[in-house]
């Protein structure tokens, strides 16, 4: 039976740009006429997506799908991390959540999750032409290397070579490159096929000596040099540049960036309105004035609603509330907004904390998770927002907690909250909700700024794509791809 070639980026560190390069290939083979698919054995993150059976999965192998023209697919990332503390993930497998997990124990335990990464992989491999498969972190974590299933552990399993990516923007780009193959056990480093240099700002021309050099150090070329791209396509890394505060504009929507935020690329949308700041901030001189105040989920609701108290948010919020600035939570902040949230299984640790009161609404976290994609039209929207109704949504809802109202949005005087992630990706959606913004400031709203969020993405994958291919060198990393390992 043929089965797909597979090839591998990993990085010398995390956010070297490997999902991103990942999303550019997936979308470059599919231009070139090959079914291919992306592939990452274990995936840590709290930006995660439900698919049409109901299963979660890591958002960045969500958007490499895309990229790829396929349906997400749960064998595209078997294993999901979500961190609960900062020794602690919520584990799942095969979409279902297996357990929590402190660090310790799930490091003797994930060996034991080898046939059902496997499983994944045997029968994407059996479908497509191409695997495109994504590491984690670096290769070279030479405490953690004995029990890896996600870097050179997978590239053996998968008999991938490997594309090693450096982050020159950080600086000591080469050092980072050759240290990394160095730590590399001799095996290792022949599956090693090829360097890429990443976020490269400037003159190409002045790396030039730095690749002869680096090239004399680890025996394998250079597959491309690729610049700083810019391009409008959702991450899932807490490092993200989405998360720096930018410049304030004529409608200002503030994001609180809570401890453990979760899925903060749901605000995406608003971020493409030439008229509109979105900023995510941390305290209260960060949170000003803004036009709308935006509560996102979190992995640990009750433990980031104590911290929103601790450090005066939550009296800014309910100061700004009180004056007339909407407020809209979602999943968990749609928890936090309500009366109460309480824990009687102990999913976050047990007890019983006071939300902030400016939804009729309280929460109980359950022993399953809700996992479910839905749909439908707005209805009943008053206030600024009254714009929504009648446009379609559609998304996907995550969550332990299960609180005393199934309305697609709940509202109540100028605060509103959601369950639903994806909420304003369709289109005329946030372009409503920027209207009624524009028309509470009494601004005029752009009509320029109205796009069609599915060509728009689309045309980003396709931006990606163009800038990656110009920048790497195709013809090599199809030779690569063709010897394997």
């Given at each position: ?5 597979p ?9 070297a ?19 291919v ?14 698919t049409?059976e ?39 497998v ?23 990464i ?36 997978m ?101 609180i ?15 493409r ?89 309280s ?6 998770k ?11 929207i ?6 929504l ?20 949005v ?7 909250g959601s ?27 752009d009509?320029?700024?109205?796009f069609?969020a599915h060509?728009y ?9 163009k ?19």
């Amino acid at each position: 039976m043929k089965k797909a070639k597979p090839i591998m980026i990993q990085g010398t560190m995390s956010n070297a740009g490997k999902s991103l390069l990942c999303t550019a290939l997936c979308r470059i083979f599919r231009q070139d006429g090959y079914r291919v698919v992306p592939f990452k054995s274990q995936n840590m993150a709290l930006n995660s997506f439900i698919t049409e059976e109901g299963l979660e999965m890591g958002r960045a192998q969500v958007a490499q799908a895309e990229a790829a023209g396929v349906k997400p697919s749960v064998l595209m990332n078997p294993i999901l991390l979500k961190p609960t503390t900062d020794v602690g993930s919520q584990v799942i497998v095969n979409g279902e959540v297996r357990g929590n997990m402190r660090a310790m124990d799930y490091f003797k335990y994930k060996k034991q999750l080898v046939p059902d990464i496997m499983r994944a992989y045997d029968t994407l491999a059996a479908e497509n032409d191409i695997i495109v498969i994504e590491g984690a972190g670096s290769p070279a974590e030479i405490n953690l290397k004995s029990e890896d299933i996600v870097n050179m552990g997978m590239a053996k399993m998968a008999d991938s070579p490997v594309l090693l990516v450096g982050d020159i923007d950080r600086g000591g780009v080469f050092a980072q490159l050759y240290g990394t193959v160095a730590l590399l056990e001799p095996e290792e480093r022949a599956m090693v096929k090829a360097t890429v240099i990443n976020k490269f700002r400037g003159d190409v021309s002045i790396l030039a000596p730095g690749l002869d050099m680096l090239y004399d150090l680890v025996k394998v070329p250079c597959a491309g040099v690729v610049p700083y791209m810019r391009v409008d396509i959702d991450d899932e890394d807490s490092l993200s540049e989405r998360l720096t505060a930018g410049e304030r504009k004529e409608i200002d929507i503030a994001v609180i960036q809570l401890p453990r935020i979760s899925n903060f690329t749901d605000f995406s949308p608003f971020s493409r309105f030439s008229q509109v700041s979105l900023r995510y901030v941390k305290n209260v001189f960060e949170l000003g004035s803004p036009d709308l105040i935006i509560l996102p989920g979190t992995k640990a609701t009750m433990a980031d609603l104590r911290w929103l108290r601790q450090n005066g948010l939550e009296a800014a919020i309910l100061q700004n509330a009180s004056r007339g600035v909407p407020v809209f939570g979602v999943c968990g902040g749609l928890q936090m907004l309500g009366k109460t949230i309480a824990d009687p299984y102990e999913t976050e640790g047990g007890g019983e904390i006071a939300g902030m009161g400016l939804l009729p609404i309280s929460t109980v976290f359950s022993k399953e998770k809700t996992r479910l994609r839905t749909e439908g039209a707005f209805a009943g929207i008053e206030g600024i927002f009254g714009g929504l109704n009648g446009l379609y949504y559609r998304g996907y809802e995550i969550h332990m907690g299960q609180s005393d109202s199934a309305a697609p949005v709940i509202r109540n005087d100028g605060v509103y909250g959601s369950y639903i992630h994806g909420l304003f990706d369709e289109n005329g959606i946030a372009e409503a909700i920027v209207k009624g913004l524009c028309e509470r400031r009494g601004v005029a709203f752009d009509p320029d700024a109205v796009f069609d969020a599915h060509a728009y993405k689309e045309s980003q994958y396709d931006m990606l794509a163009k800038t990656a291919r110009e920048a790497l060198d195709m013809d090599l990393i199809y030779n690569i791809l063709e010897a394997g390992v």
